[in-house]
């Protein structure tokens, strides 16, 4: 089985290797091939996505995920169900293809280890009230972490694909798909495409 995965840039390039080692270890035998196609920005929009998507199919991907944030930086998208419904609209009834999205930003997924981004930080800062994915447009998720690392004891800002790495590091990714219904989504549809059993 071969999965590409279209994503928006270096905070999800540094979450593959969590992503493999939790997939390791729920699909013995059954493992995936993972190709990554980072995007350095925006998941392309209409006709683009859909023509990315189909090149992958053709060149040998047996599934596409596309991954996008729901924060933009415009108000592209009201949330998480109404960006799925757009890129499945752009690309059409592919049954191969399955779009998600990290509500409101990729960093909602690594407020779960809120304990771990304070020690990096160096701050004791509480974590943002209430669900992960309900931290919203006005303060992204990635806003909250930033503004940890600049008040904390670490003296340096927060770098999305350096520091996201360290913050998953030997995480299982239970964890956060336990508090966060869109990453739970997105693994539930690998383990099932691979034959293994969902969260």
Not at 147 to 152: A, D, S
């Amino acid at each position: 089985m071969t999965i590409s995965l279209i994503v928006e840039g270096k905070t999800e390039r540094a979450f593959i290797p969590t992503l493999r080692s939790f997939l390791e270890s729920r699909l013995p035998g059954k493992m995936p091939r993972l190709d990554l196609f980072s995007q350095d920005g925006r998941i392309p929009k209409g006709d683009k996505l859909r023509r990315v998507v189909t090149t992958l199919l053709a060149g040998g991907a047996d599934a596409v995920i596309a991954l996008t944030d729901v924060y933009t930086g415009t108000p592209e998208f009201k949330d998480g169900n109404d960006a799925k419904a757009q890129m499945r609209n752009w690309v059409g009834p592919l049954p191969q293809f399955f779009p998600h999205a990290a509500q409101h930003d990729f960093e909602a997924w690594l407020l779960p280890y809120w304990p771990d981004i304070q020690k990096l930080a160096g701050h004791k800062r509480s974590r943002p009230q209430g669900s992960p994915e309900g931290v919203n447009h006005n303060k992204p998720p990635s806003r909250h972490i930033q503004e940890l690392f600049r008040i904390g004891t670490c003296r340096r800002d927060y770098v999305k694909a350096r520091d996201a790495s360290r913050i998953l590091e030997g995480k299982d990714l239970a964890l956060a798909a336990n508090e966060c219904s869109e990453l739970k989504a997105m693994l539930n549809t690998i383990l099932s495409l691979c034959g293994g059993t969902t969260l």
